[in-house]
């Protein structure tokens, strides 16, 4: 399957758009000052259930951004 310049650009920028936003949320669920995430220092539901989330955006956004990556050094090894 061969993908275009465009949509190679899109998927490289939706991986790396993926890292920077749950990353960033990551760091906020560790931070939580407001009760959800721990509760006496232990993690609750709240905190597992968000960092699963983050886990599995971190390895969709990954695999969604090397095939974007994949996909343009195709296109300039072709040219």
């Given at each position: 399957m061969k993908l275009s310049r465009p949509v190679s ?31 006496d220092g232990d993690p609750t ?35």
């Amino acid at each position: 399957m061969k993908l275009s310049r465009p949509v190679s650009w899109f998927l490289l920028a939706f991986g790396v758009w993926s890292w920077v936003i749950w990353v960033t949320f990551v760091r906020n669920l560790f931070k939580d000052s407001s009760g959800l995430a721990f509760e006496d220092g232990d993690p609750t539901a709240y905190f597992w259930v968000h960092l699963t989330l983050a886990v599995v955006s971190f390895v969709l956004g990954t695999v969604v951004g090397v095939i974007g990556l994949r996909g343009l050094r195709a296109l300039r090894r072709k040219s």
